[in-house]
């Protein structure tokens, strides 16, 4: 069973940084997209960025010229560069990782989550 273990989360002023890091217990096969989402308090889970495997990153505005997705294929491990952080950005960040199964259905991978709190 993969697992998404996610880290980097905390506290900071408005205007500070994060980077936040999702590290796979193993290598994933056949996948379809991997990113980030963020749920805020009282709020419905949203997308924040992801990259398909053939595609450029996408990032939602609300984060465009703030957050940079990457990844280091050799350590399985997708990460979240947060500048410039604004208190709106404060919810729990979750990896994703939408890939393809061999039967031809797709499966969500999701890691626990880590809280990210920006003070004003």
């Known amino acids: 069973q993969v697992q998404l273990v996610e880290s980097g989360g905390g506290l900071v002023q408005a205007g500070g940084s994060l980077r936040l890091s999702c590290a796979a217990s193993e290598s994933i096969r056949r996948i379809n997209a991997m990113g980030w989402y963020r749920q805020a308090p009282g709020e419905q889970r949203e997308l924040v960025a992801h990259i398909t495997s053939f595609g450029e990153p996408y990032y939602v505005d609300s984060v465009k010229g703030r957050l940079v997705l990457s990844r280091d294929n050799a350590k399985n491990t997708l990460y979240l560069q947060m500048n410039s952080l604004k208190p709106e950005d404060t919810a729990v960040y979750y990896c994703?990782?939408?890939?393809?199964?061999?039967?031809?259905?797709?499966?969500?991978?999701w890691g626990q989550g880590t809280q990210v709190t920006v003070s004003s």
């Open positions: 994703n990782v939408n890939a393809r199964t061999v039967v031809g259905t797709t499966r969500d991978y």
